[in-house]
């Protein structure tokens, strides 16, 4: 399900542009949270991405919870939008995923654990 390239030409090749991104927030620890969404650059080689017509939604909505949405309302992640879990989020998720153990969950697993070197990620949907 969560797919890693080398290179965004490796991206096309494998399917277009049909992706949610999963991307490190680079914004310095302690930003405040109405200039989070300030740093994101779409098709950043260290995400992951998991292709558009996949299940993320119904098979990790309970596992990521509840994250920023731009318009600073809390939420599940919008598949069609850009929502933000700060650092603090990490530690729970990774809880829930190593408990339920949903396809992909190594992948996503070992993204988390380097997210935790950022101030959180984002989701960008498709």
Partial sequence: MFLKFESQDERREYG???FVE??????PEGTQQNRIFHSID???????????????????KEILGTGIHPNMTEGYFDYYGVTYYAPDKI???IGRLLSAKPEG???????????KQYNGFYILGI
């Fill in 16 to 18: 277009g542009s049909c």
């Fill in 22 to 27: 999963f991307q490190f927030c680079m914004m």
């Fill in 42 to 60: 779409h098709w950043r080689d260290d995400s992951l991405y998991v292709h558009g017509d996949s299940p993320l939604f119904s098979t990790y």
């Fill in 91 to 93: 530690e729970p998720i």
């Fill in 105 to 115: 969950y190594d992948v996503l697993n070992k993204w988390l654990e380097e997210a």
